[in-house]
T-cell receptor
Framework: NAGVTQTPKFRVLKTGQSMTLLCAQD?????MYWYRQDPGMGLRLIHYSVGEGTTAKGEVPDGYNVSRLKKQNFLLGLESAAPSQTSVYFC??????????FGPGTRLTVT | AQSVTQPDIHITVSEGASLELRCNYS??????LFWYVQSPGQGLQLLLK??????LVQGIKGFEAEFKRSQSSFNLRKPSVHWSDAAEYFC?????????FGAGTRLTVKP
């Protein structure tokens, strides 16, 4: 039981490049979330999903897209990366809205 | 919009001393309330949560928190701090999947 895993752990992009972050969970959770963490600002919710095939916007969704084609995976895409998207990205999953288990994070740098 | 305030950016306590970390939230109803801990380079771990009922909740690692509706507060306490408690602590509120985190309080433990 691996819990919540995130791929990759680190990534450096140039401005304008695209990439996809993968979050996978093996706990059969319905709910999955993507957050970004910036110094002095805590975590901010980007997008979330309440089940396979569903997605919804969080607090800071601009510049990101997500997909939940399979229950166990939640993908976060950056179509045209900007330096403002330099951050640490965390995925979380849970059985219910009040329960979230976090992955180890992905550190993204956009130059 | 709902918000979470952690007034103390950094707290230093001596090992064995008591600890209280403050958290205030701004929201009309009582949302779900959480405390998470994050060690350097790691994801977040849930310490405890409050949904309803007894306003004093017990968590892991000897932590407890008290919900005070009149003060819109959910402060975290520990009677005797251990060196391993040094980490960053985040308060969070969740209302209908809108999850908001405070900016965090960094705890340093002096020997």
């Amino acid at each position: 039981n691996a819990g919540v895993t995130q791929t990759p752990k680190f990534r450096v992009l140039k401005t304008g490049q695209s990439m996809t972050l993968l979050c996978a969970q093996d706990m059969n959770h319905e709910y999955m979330y993507w957050y970004r963490q910036d110094p002095g600002m805590g975590l901010r919710l980007i997008h979330y999903s309440v089940g396979e095939g569903t997605t919804a916007k969080g607090e800071v969704p601009d510049g990101y897209n997500v997909s939940r084609l399979k229950k166990q995976n939640f993908l976060l895409g950056l179509e045209s990366a900007a330096p403002s998207q330099t951050s640490v990205y965390f995925c979380a999953s849970g059985l219910a809205v009040y329960e979230q288990y976090f992955g180890p994070g992905t550190r993204l740098t956009v130059t | 919009a709902q918000s979470v305030t952690q007034p103390d950016i950094h707290i230093t306590v001596s090992e064995g001393a008591s600890l209280e970390l403050r958290c205030n939230y701004s929201y009309g109803a009582t949302p779900y309330l959480f405390w998470y801990v994050q060690s350097p380079g790691q994801g977040l771990q849930l310490l405890l949560k409050y949904f309803s009922g007894d306003t004093l909740v017990q968590g892991i690692k000897g932590f407890e928190a008290e919900f005070k509706r009149s003060q819109s507060s959910f402060n975290l306490r520990k009677p005797s701090v251990h060196w391993s408690d040094a980490a960053e602590y985040f308060c969070a509120v969740n209302n209908n999947n809108d999850m908001r985190f405070g900016a965090g309080t960094r705890l340093t433990v002096k020997p």
